[in-house]
């Protein structure tokens, strides 16, 4: 009988996360969980199925040698089979405001950075397996146009698309596939804050089943759900004085420290 496979996702303990763990553990998957809150981890460790077999990992994703050390214990454990780094932070931004200059730091450094070092330590290993594996970047469909109010995170957004695509060609010929999601409005906590109307707003629930085929097929590059794929092509195929017009006085994300 095949082992369960073995997923290891970050930002496990809320939204896309946590959907994608309880997506996974009742396929009957073996998860490794990291995020920062140790007490939301253990919470959602026990109410999956099968929780002796889950590992836990109170870990911030910029931590990057307590990262690496919590791949190598999964790794050791088993191997992996699927890597999602999930972590991700949003806020809205102002180029003209200095106190949003460390939250442009920030946010690169959770989207982008972090999703790198998340994915290093499992690639030799998985090099390995014999079979097949992946690696899963959540990016989104505020990385295919820059909104105003959001620059780090529609910058950050498009340089997980970019940084997935330029690893999809490294690991081209292995086994292991990457695999891009960009999510459109997931209802999640994050979402919540967003103070204007979200088209074709999907439940974390069905968005996390929904990618759990994308992964599984290796698809490259998917947008969810797919109205927000046909939207997405057409922001790509505005011209900017089209564009322009259309969002300069679209409604802004919102401000860290905003109420």
């Known amino acids: 009988m095949a082992r369960p496979e073995r997923v290891f996702i970050t930002g496990a303990s809320s939204g896309i996360g946590a959907a994608l763990a309880r997506e996974y553990a009742a396929r009957g998957a073996t998860l490794g969980l990291l995020a920062r809150r140790h007490d939301h ?3 959602l460790a026990a109410s999956l199925p099968n929780p002796e077999r889950h590992h836990i990992y109170a870990v911030d994703v910029l931590e990057r040698d307590a990262l690496a050390a919590a791949a190598h214990d999964f790794l050791a454990a088993g191997g992996a089979d699927i890597v999602i780094a999930s972590a991700g932070i949003s806020h809205g931004t102002l180029t003209d405001r200095p106190a949003d200059l460390a939250v442009f730091d920030a946010v690169f450094a959770t989207n982008v950075n972090a999703t790198v070092a998340t994915f290093a330590p499992f690639i030799a290993a998985m090099r390995q397996q014999a079979t097949p594996c992946r690696l899963v970047g959540i990016g989104s469909v505020a990385g295919i146009r820059g909104m ?6 529609c910058a950050s957004k498009a340089a997980v698309h970019s940084y997935c695509e330029a690893l999809r060609l490294e690991l081209r010929g292995s086994n292991i596939r990457v695999v891009t999601i960009a999510p459109g409005y997931i209802d999640t906590p994050m979402t919540s804050k967003n103070r204007f109307p979200m088209p074709f707003l999907m439940p974390a629930e069905r968005f996390a089943a929904q990618a759990a085929a994308v992964i599984a097929r290796g698809d490259s590059y998917r947008v969810l759900p797919w109205q927000m794929g046909v939207v997405a092509r057409l922001l ?9 017009r259309l969002f300069a006085r ?3 994300k919102q401000r860290q420290g905003e109420a």
């Open 41 to 43: 981890l253990v919470a």
């Open 148 to 153: 105003r109010g959001a620059g780090a995170y």
């Open 236 to 244: 790509r195929l505005l011209p900017n004085v089209v564009f322009d």
């Open 250 to 252: 679209a409604p802004t």
